[in-house]
């Protein structure tokens, strides 16, 4: 059986992604979900995953989570190697590594249990005595700002709390990697925030690196990065920053497009609207930096030139 490894110091690299792709088989089709998909994450990083419905957004989720096994590509969470795992480490992995949370608060709760009961669920079965159990779900649940809720029946919380037990119950095990696809998805902004909030909470009491894949734009001001997914590839990445100016806290964001292990980018789609760009281009050197011109223009001014060249003559 494995051992959980030395986590890497908080920044340092925890997960690395490097040209995953996925592939799913049905019937005669093939679908490519992730098509080499590029990713790091820091250790201790609250991060979010935004993407259109079928961009790839759980299938990224559940090959982090080791739910799923890739198709080929490099992955590794704290210096495990995923794709040479056998089944009995996914196993341990699962029950180790990694905590989740799901959209439906009914995949992650059992109803007639009290908040109480509900986390105590993963520790009885690991086999830890009553006391030590109760102390455990009880932390837990203050920890997620429910210490006042601890006997109240699933169907007696609002949906917002019930998606903070569901947290707690994901940190049982004390995983240091906790995966959330689209939690705030069955609920309006204001519960969605205090989630957040408890995902904040959670990350500065335990040092959890956090990964919530989202519809919600407003997610950037509740995480240090915002990863987008278009078509199976991370394609551009916000970085927010909180600055203090005159005491008074201002957040922006820097939005950077994300380059693939190969050199290659994605270009946002208005841009090459805006020029008329499609399947070529023309790149070229500017002092500071790399220009992309629509490939017709430059054609048009080879031409020209080659004209100018032929009068000269
Ligand atoms: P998202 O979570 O961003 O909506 P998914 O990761 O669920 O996207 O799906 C990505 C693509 O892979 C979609 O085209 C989807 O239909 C396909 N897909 C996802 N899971 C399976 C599966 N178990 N079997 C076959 N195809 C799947
Ligand atoms: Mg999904």
């Known amino acids: 059986m494995k051992r959980i490894p030395d986590l890497p110091e908080r920044g340092e690299p925890f997960i690395v992604c ?3 792709v996925k592939i799913y088989k049905v019937a005669d089709l093939e679908v490519v979900a992730l098509q080499g998909l590029d990713l790091d994450v820091a250790c201790g990083e609250v991060m979010a995953i935004i993407g259109n419905s ?3 957004k759980s299938t990224l989720l559940n090959t982090l989570g080791g739910l799923d096994r890739p198709s080929a590509g490099k992955l590794t969470v704290s210096g495990l190697d ?3 795992f056998s089944d009995r480490d996914l196993v341990w992995y699962k029950r180790h590594m990694v905590g989740f949370v799901w959209q439906q608060s009914s995949r992650n709760l059992i109803p007639y249990l009290t908040a109480l009961e509900n986390v105590q669920m993963p520790l009885i079965i690991s086999g830890m005595s009553t006391r030590k159990r109760e102390a455990r779900a009880t ?7 429910l210490g006042h809720r601890l006997r109240h029946r699933v169907g007696q919380l609002s949906g917002g709390e019930q998606q903070r037990v569901a947290i707690s119950i994901s940190l049982a095990h004390s995983p240091p990697l906790l995966l959330a696809d689209e939690p705030t998805g069955e609920v309006d902004t204001q519960t969605a925030n205090t989630i957040y909030d408890t995902f904040r909470s959670v990350n500065e009491e335990f040092g959890t690196t956090i990964i919530i894949v989202t519809h919600d734009p407003n997610v950037s ?7 987008a997914i278009r078509d199976g590839r991370t394609s551009t990445e916000t970085i927010t920053r909180i600055n203090l100016e005159e005491g008074e806290e201002a957040i922006s964001h820097d939005e950077f497009v994300v380059l693939d292990s190969a050199g290659r980018l994605q270009i946002p ?3 090459l609207e805006q020029f ?3 399947d070529r281009a023309v790149v070229e050197l500017a002092d500071d930096g790399i ?3 629509p490939a017709q223009a430059s054609e048009e001014e080879d031409e020209r030139r080659g004209l100018r060249g032929l009068l000269r003559r």
Not at 139 to 145: A, I, K, P, Q, Y
Not at 221 to 227: E, G, L
């Open 18 to 20: 490097d040209n995953l």
């Open 54 to 56: 079928g961009s790839g």
């Open 82 to 84: 995923l794709i040479k």
């Open 139 to 145: 932390e837990l649940l203050e920890t997620v700002g």
């Open 221 to 227: 001001y509740r995480v240090d990065r915002v990863v």
């Open 269 to 271: 789609k208005e841009y």
């Open 276 to 278: 008329g760009i499609r």
């Open 291 to 293: 220009v992309v011109k």
